[in-house]
């Protein structure tokens, strides 16, 4: 946010130079990122009197202006549609340099000599109005530089504010903290105003219909006002800020929102039909269209401001078309309120819409401070713009603020902060940021804070302040306590951090999803609804923890997808959270999950391009598995989760206990996450995993004699697994089979129906001697009998 050093002194007295104020803020917490002077360059340019104004003889737009210096009377030929006699305007003679570099010099111009130029307020640099040259006040001599009848001469600081210090958006904001930090007082802008006898409550009328989205609303109404342009010091603070003068009344409800951090909006009172104000929120595919003459399709969602039969404004974000200031505005309406954070926030990321208007209410202003910024507003239309005032303001004000006491105890800020500070001068500090102290024994407090800090709510937001005030640069050193290590976390991190070496050197990037998320995933994906909702939600988009890592790992493909990126492998290992009941804290669990999707191989010289499938996915399982582990894990059918394919899925067992899963998005998912690809996806229980992790890895020397291997084809019902055979092999050949691996799968008429045949290579080696070939028949004999008994399956013939 930029700030103007001339109109933050008119708050608070500053005696320091603008680098050191710059320097100090960023030590108190306010980072200024930014400080740049401007107006500067312009102590050569002198006001000139026009005397006389003269058509060019040889062109239709061009006149000839003779300028009164205060030494002698140039001739300057002009063009600007402004002009007239006995006119003070900013005067460069030859020899001038201008604020953009160039220099002024004689010109003949159509057969005339130009001795000057006369210049408008952007040639100056100090707006960018180039509508006509810049009127100086009257009463200016000839020859008197501009710089001192214009306070153009200023600092701007570049603040930049973190999302919970909303109050500080404003001229006022910043005010208060340099007063708190210098030891200064503030002082409040001229908010007075003459009331003419109509009551404004005979005039229009309030009706809030959302109470808990807006919890203030304020009006009040100014009739036979003047629109015209806004005088030259408020438009040039608009522009140093950043903000396009448009007139006098639109240009007030900016900068008292730049000036005192409320935002306002006004309304033409003659287009309000029935001239009354209702708050109610749109009802689904309502149409409205914005000042910017955009139509917009709403949702239930976005919060309206409406006449006696439409709406006219999207509420804390932009005004409609249909009640906007014009230069035939006479009556003005003019709203200051108080909208829900979370309502404006949603709202404007809905509509796609972001103003210096939502910026603040989305961070929260101060509802005690409505009404004064509604009344600096009315006291500047009525001084501008000619204004009269109707008698008294709406204050419509359904849950009037209450302020929540927070105690807290002097020997703890200190124990916290490392400090050892006096606690006269913690509520000193206290004090200095408008916190109301009450003593409740020696070493406790009772700390109520100011309205507009809505960011201070617990013990440990006052030792922040304190710390802030106190200099961080003084909290001294120490050296942290370091508790013992804790051997099962120490485990757990050492798992994850295996883990994520494994993936990445599988071609897996990592992604970091939010913990909170949209409950709305239970339609979406499946999710069970037993969510643990958050009480106090940055939005309704995330409103609960997340029971599964999926709806992160589907929105991260999704948005890729959309970025034109199809060849995906994503993973993250994050916690999930449990819901454990009523009076439970959730349990959390820690959690990997994978995703592949598109082209698995590429396409190369040798080689064609293949589509990722369940059994790549499966690899990925078993590489990582056999990466962190000795143990045999299975994978088998099981409890289906509801967000996979029933065809495609299995659940990975060890020792009998559900590791994880492994298997295709169902179509349903994919269909309503807009997502076309097959997306084949891994999750794994961390904290079960973990009992199978071994750390550090104990390795055996190879055999160093040679093995034999022998081919088994077993022709076997369908609904035989594959595993199933191979760990009978396993069981029976001991310790001399080495390894098992499947090599063949038919089906087809020449087997039978409902059957398979499967093909199974065994290798088999002693750590001992050299196997013989009796040997080495005699166990896989005893194999092949083992199988038959116990699936019922003969041996394929040739």
């Known amino acids: 946010m930029k700030i103007s050093l001339n109109w933050l002194k008119e708050f608070v007295d500053i005696d320091i130079s603008p680098e050191e104020l710059a320097e100090l803020l960023t030590l108190k917490g306010l980072e200024t990122s930014e400080l740049y002077d401007v107006g500067r360059g312009l102590e050569h340019i002198i006001a000139g009197k026009i005397i006389r104004i003269s058509p060019h003889p040889e062109s239709d737009r061009l006149y000839i202006c003779d300028t009164d210096t205060g030494k002698d009377i140039v001739s300057i030929v002009c063009s600007a549609p402004n002009l007239k006699t006995g006119m003070i305007a900013p005067l460069a003679l030859p020899g001038t340099r201008l604020p953009n570099g160039a220099e002024v010099r004689e010109a003949e111009i159509r057969g005339r000599v130009s ?48 999302p919970n210090r909303g109050d500080c958006a404003s001229v006022l904001g910043i005010a208060r903290e340099v007063a708190a930090i210098t030891n200064k007082s503030i002082k409040m802008p001229d908010m007075s105003y003459k009331e003419i006898d109509t009551e404004v409550d005979d005039i229009s009328s309030v009706t809030i219909k959302e109470p808990d989205k807006c919890r203030r609303y ?59 104000i209702e708050v109610r929120c749109a009802r689904e595919k309502e ?64 509509l796609g819409i972001s103003t210096e208007a939502s910026y603040r209410f ?137 883990i994520k070496d494994i993936m990445a050197g599988m071609g897996f990037t990592e992604i ?84 592949i999707s598109g082209l698995y191989e590429q396409k190369t010289w040798y080689s064609r391009e293949r589509e990722a499938d ?42 009998g206990n559900v590791i994880g899963y492994i298997g295709k998005i169902s179509p349903d998912v994919n269909r309503n996450m807009d997502i076309e690809e097959n997306i084949y ?40 697994e594959s595993r199933k055979i191979e760990e009978i092999i396993r069981e029976t050949g001991g310790d001399i089979v080495e390894s098992v691996y499947l090599f063949d799968l038919y089906e087809g008429k020449k087997i039978g129906a409902f059957k398979k045949a499967l093909g199974f290579r065994i290798w088999f080696r002693s750590m001992k001697a050299t196997l013989e070939k009796g040997e080495v028949d005699s166990v896989y004999n005893k194999i092949i009998k083992r199988i038959i008994d116990k699936t019922g399956g003969r041996l394929r013939e040739a």
């Open 115 to 162: 001795r000057g130029v006369l210049l408008a307020e952007d040639e100056l640099g100090l707006t960018d109005d180039h509508s006509g040259i810049m009127e100086l006040p009257a009463n200016t001599m000839p020859g008197t530089p501009i710089t001192s009848v214009l306070p153009v001469e200023d600092w701007i600081l570049d603040i930049e504010l973190t």
């Open 218 to 276: 304020a009006a009040g109404i100014i009739r036979g006002i003047n629109i015209k342009p806004s005088p030259f010091w408020m438009r040039y603070r608009l522009y140093l800020s950043e903000i396009r003068p448009i007139n006098n009344i639109v240009d007030i409800t900016n900068y008292v929102m730049l000036e005192m951090g409320q935002p306002l909006h006004a309304f033409d009172l003659n287009r309000l039909r029935g001239q009354r």
């Open 287 to 350: 149409i409205f269209t914005t000042l910017d003459g955009i139509t917009h399709e709403l949702k239930s969602e976005v919060l309206l401001i409406c006449d006696a039969e439409r709406p006219v404004a999207l509420a804390g974000i932009m005004g409609g078309l249909n009640s906007e200031i014009s230069e035939g505005t006479e009556d003005v309406l003019l709203e200051a309120a108080f909208f829900d954070p979370i309502t404006i926030r949603k709202g404007a990321k809905l």
């Open 362 to 498: 989305e961070r929260g202003v101060d509802i005690e401070g409505v009404t004064k910024g509604l009344k600096r507003a009315i006291h500047l239309m009525a001084r501008l713009a000619d204004g009269k005032v109707a008698k008294g303001i709406i204050d419509n004000y359904p849950g009037p603020y209450k302020p929540l006491p927070i105690t807290m105890r002097m020997d703890k800020a200190n124990s916290f902060l490392g400090t050892d500070i006096d606690s006269s001068k913690m509520i000193t500090y206290l004090n200095a940021l408008q916190m109301e102290v009450k003593d409740i024994d020696q070493n406790r407090i009772e700390v109520i804070p100011p309205s507009f800090r809505t960011d201070i709510t617990r013990e440990v937001d006052l030792f922040e302040e304190i710390a802030r005030l106190n200099g961080y640069e003084n909290i001294p050193v120490t050296l942290p306590y370091i508790r013992p290590s804790d051997k099962k976390e120490e485990h757990g991190l050492r798992i994850e951090e295996s």
């Open 512 to 595: 970091i999803s939010y913990s909170f998320i949209s409950p709305e995933y239970r339609e979406l994906i499946g999710i069970p609804e037993d969510f643990v909702k958050i009480l106090n939600p940055l939005t309704k988009d995330q409103s609960v923890m997340r029971s599964s890592l999926i709806p992160g790992l589907m929105e991260a493909i999704k948005m890729n997808i959309n970025y034109g990126e199809h060849n995906l492998r994503l993973f993250e290992i994050g916690k999930v959270f449990l819901n454990k009941g009523k009076g439970e804290q959730p349990e959390e669990r820690p959690f990997l999950v994978a995703a």
């Open 614 to 655: 369940f059994y790549d996915i499966k690899g990925v399982a078993e590489t990582l598995l056999k990466s962190l582990s000795s143990k045999e894990f299975l994978f088998k059918r099981g409890e289906l989760a509801p967000w996979y394919d029933r065809n495609e899925y299995a659940v990975i067992y060890s020792s």
């Open 681 to 720: 996806v891994m999750e794994m229980d961390i904290e079960r995993l973990s009992r199978y992790f071994i750390e550090p890895r104990k390795f055996r020397p190879f055999s160093r004699f040679p093995a034999l291997y022998r081919d088994i084809s077993i022709v076997v019902q369908k609904n035989v």
